[in-house]
């Protein structure tokens, strides 16, 4: 596709509720980076995935975060047991190879949990 | 642990003028630098990137610096628009895989 596509980009949970959420990275692009951000901060680092297998995840907060990306291209960022902690944006981001190309961001999936 | 300071936090010009953004970093030894554009509700858009190599980069009206020894970075933009307002996020790749990002400045750019 023609840029990173996240969905859904807006989603309202229950506290204690299950949660999926989609990235379609840039076609061609083998490096997949979860971040997430919180009103008035910058992105912080959640996940990184070269290929199917994630080779960063220490970002991750707490083991109620887990993401997957089977087949090298879409991924899924699943939370469990949400809290109203983890309302942000959580942003999905591919680059060509690795961390030292440029890194493109999508537009962001909107999670509030009440 | 590498600390990413933006200063300053909120900028009001009249449209026309330079401008300059600092960004500051407390370890310098980095990989790259990247400038984001971040419009209100929306994703991050990369500006430039500025490898450890690398003093500068030009985009357009824009120029970004690096002075890893210094821990510094600046962005400079020329000749502001109004469609120039958004937030200006600055991020280092220190090692591995992760950017870590300053909080941002948030641009108006007055007609």
């Known amino acids: 596709g023609a840029g990173v596509s996240q969905t859904p980009s807006n989603k309202v949970t229950e506290k204690g509720k299950y949660v999926e959420l989609r990235c379609d990275p840039i076609?061609?692009?083998?490096?997949l980076y979860w971040y997430r951000q919180s009103l008035g901060q910058g992105p912080e680092f959640l996940i990184y995935?070269?290929?199917?297998?994630?080779?960063?995840d220490s970002g991750l907060p707490n083991d109620r975060f887990f993401a997957v990306r089977p087949e090298g291209s879409v991924s899924t960022l699943k939370i469990q047991r949400t809290e109203r902690g983890d309302s942000a944006v959580y942003l999905c981001?591919?680059?060509?190879?690795?961390?030292?190309?440029?890194?493109?961001f999508g537009e962001g999936s909107w999670l509030t949990v009440v | 642990k590498q600390e990413v300071t933006q200063i300053p936090a909120a900028l009001s010009v009249p449209e026309g003028e330079n401008l300059v953004l600092n960004c500051s970093f407390t370890?310098?030894?980095?990989?790259?630098l990247q400038w984001f554009r971040q419009d209100p509700g929306k994703g991050l858009t990369s500006l430039l990137l500025?490898?450890?190599?690398?003093r500068e980069q030009t985009s357009g009206r824009l120029n970004a610096s690096l002075d890893k020894s210094s821990g510094r970075s600046t962005l400079y933009i020329a000749a502001s628009q109004p469609g120039d307002s958004a937030t200006y996020l600055c991020?280092?790749?220190?090692?591995?895989?992760?950017?870590?990002f300053g909080e941002g400045t948030q641009l108006t750019v007055n007609p």
């Open positions: 370890d310098s030894a980095i990989y790259n």
């Open positions: 995935f070269q290929g199917t297998g994630a080779a960063d």
């Open positions: 500025i490898q450890s190599s690398q």
């Open positions: 981001a591919s680059s060509l190879r690795g961390p030292g190309n440029t890194i493109y």
């Open positions: 076609s061609g692009h083998t490096a």
């Open positions: 991020a280092v790749r220190t090692s591995g895989s992760r950017l870590t």
